[in-house]
Each structure stands twice: as C-alpha cells, then as structure tokens.
C-alpha cells in the first residue's frame, strides 16, 4: 500500500525557535498534500492545502506567515512553524494525495504525525 | 453549526459487544462518508467509505448512510480489545477536502 512518512517523528524545541517539518510520499506522486493540527483529545483541523509548484491554501484563521508550506517536488511537503509559542504545541499530522488516481479518499493516505512540543 | 457533529464518548464496551458510533452531517452537497480508526499517537487509516445510501459491509465492520437524515453510523461486531482506539468519521466532496468529526474514544474490555 501507498506509504507517507513525517520526519521528525517528535520535536522538542524553545519558545522562538523555527521547527521544520517534512512530508514524503514514499511510492507514489501527490501534487496535493494535506495538513492538519490536532489537539489532544479532539478532532483533525485542516490547516493548509498544499499544491506542487503552487502557493499553499490556507484555512480561514491560519496564519499563513506563521505556517510556512513549500511543496517543491512531488513527494515533498514542507511545514515550517516559525517562532514557535508553546500555544503551537500539538500533533501534526499530513496527508498525500495520490496525483494519478481518482481524487476519492481512498487514494488519500495520511503520514504517522509529528508531535510538537514548545517549551 | 459544525459541519459535522460526532459524541466523543468515551465509549466503554465489555469484549464481544456490538459497537455503534454515529455521525450527523449538515451539507448535502457532501458526497463521500468515510470512517477512520487512530491509536494513540499515530495517524489515522482509512476503515470503510461509501458515496450513497444504504450498507457496507467489510467483515465485523459494517457502514451505514442515510442521506435522508444525514446520518452515518459504523457498526462493529464482535469487538475486540485490539478495537479499542478513535473512531473519525469524515465528509468530502468529491475531490475537496476532508471534513472530521470530533472522534469516538473507544474501549473494548476484556
């Protein structure tokens, strides 16, 4: 099956500092790539769409200077948090799209997440 | 009013039980009703999606739509102390993104 891997897998890091984020798919192309922010104990919330060669879409209340997405090749993704506050603490998860076929959720496969912690 | 809304339990069951997880959704332009299992610190996978009305049915799991109502429910059967995790159901239009319900813990005691 389709696999998407997030490094680091956890990071821990000081208040200010930037932490980068990366999204593979490892055995198909996704000209879309997907991520999201989940809290302990609630749901995922979609923060941006990510395009290949396209700026990011981001969703209403994210900030987009603050996120910055670069999605440069067709099996990478890139969040980076910049300034990070320990508000921004939480588990980031992304997705891949499969680019050749069907856009149904079956050919979405989420990556395992990175869990993020500001101190 | 959320896009979707889902009870997140947590949900206790004894080994054996027949577990029912339900979902209410608010657009009827959604055409795509998913649902997701996820443990502990990990990404969600994909369970069981289905694109109308009716049943589905991949072996102790069953999905269940009612576009009328707009509800969807997943059914498990026999359940397993390996079952216990969060149950997510999901929306989408076709192509668009996924919308979440909040998620159902689940406990399956042994």
Known sequence: GAVVSQHPSWVICKSGTSVKIECRSLDFQATTMFWYRQFPKQSLMLMATSNEGSKATYEQGVEKDKFLINHASLTLSTLTVTSAHPEDSSFYICSARDSVLSPGPETQYFGPGTRLLVL | ?110
Not at chain 2, 1 to 13: A, F, H, N, R
Not at chain 2, 49 to 60: A, I, L, Q
Not at chain 2, 76 to 105: H, W
């Open chain 2, 1 to 110: 009013q959320k896009e979707v809304e889902q009870d997140p339990g947590p949900l206790s069951v004894p080994e054996g039980a027949i577990v029912s997880l339900n979902c209410t959704y608010s657009n009827s332009a959604f055409q795509y009703f998913m649902w997701y299992r996820q443990y502990s610190r990990k990404g969600p996978e994909l369970l069981m999606y289905t694109y109308s009305s009716g049943n589905k049915e991949d072996g102790r799991f069953t999905a269940q739509v009612d576009k009328s109502s707009k509800y969807i429910s997943l059914f498990i059967r026999d359940s397993q102390p390996s079952d216990s995790a969060t149950y997510l159901c999901a929306i989408m239009e076709y192509g668009n993104k996924l919308v979440f319900g909040a998620g159902t813990i689940l406990r399956v005691k042994s």
